[in-house]
Nanobody, 118 residues
Framework: QVQLVESGGGLVQPGGSLRLSCVASGSIFSINAMGWYRQAPGKQRELVAVATSGGTTSYKDSVKGRFTISRDNAKNTVYLQMSDLKPEDTAVYYC????????????WGQGTQVTVSS
């Protein structure tokens, strides 16, 4: 089976930075898109950033210029560098990936809490 494990969340002051990591492990043949979603209390889960295997990236408008998604395909890892964090960025951040084992299937990580507060 495939597992996605996130790390790097925590408490940070407004204006601070955090780097999230997500490692995919298991019997992986290939990985297509990898991305980050977030869910704040009482709100729906939303897409933050996504990166294709070819390097194309896209972002939620409110994080453009502050967040950067990147991948290390050799390590089956995706990163989210978050800068100039704001209280409204507070949420549980989830890693998501389209993984091919025998066929494509979508997987989620368990989530990591990011809290932006003074």
């Amino acid at each position: 089976q495939v597992q996605l494990v996130e790390s790097g969340g925590g408490l940070v002051q407004p204006g601070g930075s955090l780097r999230l990591s997500c490692v995919a492990s298991g019997s992986i043949f290939s990985i297509n898109a990898m991305g980050w979603y977030r869910q704040a209390p009482g709100k729906q889960r939303e897409l933050v950033a996504v990166a294709t295997s070819g390097g194309t990236t896209s972002y939620k408008d409110s994080v453009k210029g502050r967040f950067t998604i990147s991948r290390d395909n050799a390590k089956n890892t995706v990163y989210l560098q978050m800068s100039d964090l704001k209280p409204e960025d507070t949420a549980v951040y989830y890693c998501n990936a389209d993984v091919v084992v025998h066929w494509p299937r979508n997987y989620w990580g368990q989530g990591t809490q990011v809290t932006v507060s003074s």
